[in-house]
């Protein structure tokens, strides 16, 4: 994380094939419109382990980017790996790859209380009994969108339901979300507007989209 504390507004940070850092102390962000790229495929993705006891990255800042980036079950008590705060708007994550285990049984993979947030091509996947949630949208937020996620219980499932929405969002937009192994996506807040298209289980295991009336 020593990038992030030298850069400046605008600034690419890349991510080393093979890369692996543990991240012990919670980081808040605050310089906008960094972008950061995990070089590598597979096993050489660039990975950030959490061993923080609550949210390990805290985007608190307009226009902040993640690309690729592998984030293996947390080593503490996490309550999300990425906590998009209220500033933190226009915060993109793309193609990262999320992996929820017996410490993540609080909160979520990844938290979203930032307008406009855009998660796109991620991968949540339990790996151990039980992580709580995937993806949590914590905030009566405008315009965020989610596309082309896949949402996978393995054989341990969720505590909460996988996808949860529990603030009154606005103009949210889903897309191609797949659900599967006892991964449920749950809205309780009646005040939400959204917009869905394929949003759907691909297993047969009881996968359940609920919309609050």
């Known amino acids: 994380m020593a990038a ?14 093979s890369h692996a850092e543990t991240i012990s102390v919670a980081q808040t962000l605050n310089t906008a419109n960094v972008a950061t790229i995990a070089i590598g495929i597979g096993s050489a ?16 800042v ?38 929820s285990g017996a410490s993540d049984n609080a909160g979520a993979a990844i938290t979203v209380a930032g307008a406009r947030a855009f998660v796109r091509g991620c991968t949540f ?24 996620v896949l949402i996978d ?5 969720w505590v909460s339901p996988a996808f949860g929405i529990t603030a009154a969002a606005t103009l949210l937009n889903l897309e191609n979300v797949r659900l599967a192994n006892r991964s449920d996506l749950v809205v309780t807040s009646t005040g939400t507007s959204y917009r869905g298209f394929g949003v759907r289980a691909i297993d047969n295991t009881g996968c359940r989209v609920v919309i609050a009336a």
């Open 62 to 99: 307009a226009g902040l980017r993640f690309y690729n980036i592998y984030f293996p079950a947390s080593t503490a008590a996490t309550t999300a790996r990425l906590s998009v705060a209220a500033g933190g708007t226009d915060c993109l994550i793309r193609d990262c790859d999320f992996e």
């Open 125 to 148: 996947t339990a790996t151990a009994n039980r992580p709580n949630r995937a993806i949590l949208v914590s905030g009566a937020v405008a315009s965020c969108t989610f596309e082309d």
């Open 4 to 17: 992030y504390a030298a850069c400046s507004a605008g600034d690419l940070i890349l991510l080393a094939e």
């Open 153 to 157: 219980g393995s054989s341990y499932g």
């Open 45 to 60: 993705k660039a990975r950030f382990t959490s061993a923080v006891a609550g949210a390990m990255i805290t985007p608190n």
